[in-house]
């Protein structure tokens, strides 16, 4: 798992397994997110290939890793401390 800075955007086929692999629904991950709705989440991993670059935010990404066990990708490790 990468920190922001060294971040690039999932597929959305990675975020289609991620939210999955939360357990929740898409409209539970939607109100974890702080989301409106479901839209985004739809169009996260809705695009017109599953390797297609999704759009989905970083710090949006980092909770969905968060909540499917994929431990905390925003927190620095030692050696990235300056």
Known sequence: MKTAS?????TCAEVREVIR???L?????ARELGLKDSRNLR????LKTPDAKSSIPY?????LCFYAGLGM???KSS????
């Open 6 to 10: 060294e971040w690039e955007s999932p």
């Open 21 to 23: 692999l939360t357990g």
């Open 25 to 29: 629904s898409g409209s539970a991950v």
């Open 43 to 46: 169009n996260w991993q809705m």
């Open 59 to 63: 710090a949006a990404w980092a909770l």
């Open 73 to 75: 990708i925003f927190e």
């Open 79 to 82: 050696e990235n401390k300056a």
